[in-house]
């Protein structure tokens, strides 16, 4: 719906749609969130589960207490 609102108002250039990244400590931290995440499959959702080599791939700088992540490529934000 975001961008049916931007589009009319000639104002798409304020969505980047370069993902969105989850930062989890450990695969069991990331555990306490598989109901929420299996929702989130079940309705389409494009997902990607990644190891500390996937984050710092992303994200070089992020600290190393955070081991695995979860990488929504087809999501956005706004500037």
Known sequence: RHRD??????????????GQLY???DAEHL??????WALR???GLVMQV???AGVE??????????TT?????QQGHCV
């Open 41 to 43: 499959r079940e309705h």
């Open 23 to 25: 930062l989890y400590r």
């Open 57 to 66: 791939a992303l994200e070089p700088e992020v600290s190393a207490s955070y």
């Open 31 to 36: 555990a306490k969130d598989d109901a929420a």
């Open 5 to 18: 609102i931007l589009r009319a108002e000639n104002a798409l250039d304020l969505i980047q749609d370069n």
């Open 50 to 52: 990644l190891d500390r």
């Open 69 to 73: 992540g979860v990488f929504l490529p």
